[in-house]
């Protein structure tokens, strides 16, 4: 129970890697609110904040669904407002929350690039700014945003298309920087860079192509648990693909049966 009474906030974690990282911290003791946008079945693509609350419940855990929307100030506000006054702190923030129109930049319709970038990055930042004054005032904290090997990687199979790779390069300076800003205060900002994983997502905007070599999320909710329990005065301003997290772990027993 290595997260045992943390509070956590996991956004994006109706399904994929959120939902998976949401899981591993329950499974670890932390207490979660579950942030995304999806509360009601899509017919498109399976999960929501209700099925990710149910299964930690299940094996019981504590939950907080709720439904938000990264990009909107007031939702995210009362977001960690009602996580406060349910749990009185917030030890860890996950920014996953993500979206994608995979296409090439000519054929790419502006709003798709806004919405891109939008909940990506934006949505990362109006989530952090949200609970850096709790944080701060505790002394402490992790902050783990999630971007992607498509930040360092120019040419990758699936497509992901510029937009999101822009999102997620600006997300690794953002937290190299941002680490710098707040090492005074004991809170570490950290990122991990998954490359192809089989989420519902990523499955679902790329059905014909071959999964078997993908990724499981289960593997970024163990890797999430590493990062979430090292000393916060020395491990910050780590962007980390997961051939540089198994160096990490290297040695660590719990991370072996992934």
Not at 212 to 234: C, H, I, L, M, N
Request: hydrophobic share 40%.
């Amino acid at each position: 129970m290595k997260l045992q009474d943390k509070v956590a906030i996991v956004t994006g974690s109706s399904r994929g890697i959120g939902k998976a990282i949401a899981l591993a911290f329950a499974r670890e003791g932390a207490v979660v609110t579950i942030a995304a946008r999806t509360a009601i079945e899509s017919k498109l693509i399976t999960g929501t904040i209700h099925k990710t609350a149910d299964e930690i419940r299940a094996s019981g855990g504590k939950v907080l669904p709720i439904k938000t929307d990264v990009t909107n100030v007031s939702e995210v506000e009362a977001m960690v407002r009602k996580t406060i006054e349910e749990f009185k702190r917030i030890d860890i923030l996950v920014n996953n929350a993500a979206t994608n129109h995979p296409a090439l930049l000519k054929d790419m319709p502006l709003k798709h690039w806004d919405t891109t970038i939008g909940v990506n990055l934006r949505g990362t930042v109006v989530c952090t700014k949200a609970v850096l004054p709790i944080m701060m005032d505790q002394k402490e904290g992790h902050i783990i945003n999630i971007s992607s090997i498509v930040a360092r990687v120019i040419h990758h199979e699936p497509m992901t298309g510029l937009a999101y790779g822009v999102s997620k390069a600006a997300i690794n300076r953002f937290t190299r920087g941002l680490a710098e800003e707040l090492r005074e205060y004991r809170i570490a900002v950290n990122a991990l860079m998954p490359d192809n994983t089989d989420t519902e997502g990523w499955s679902y905007l790329n059905p014909t192509v071959d999964r078997s070599k993908w990724q499981k999320p289960e593997v970024w909710g163990r890797y999430a648990v590493y990062v979430a329990t090292r000393d916060t005065t020395a491990f910050t301003g780590k962007v980390l693909s997961e051939e540089e997290l198994k160096k990490e772990c290297r040695g660590q027993i719990f991370i072996l049966d992934i």
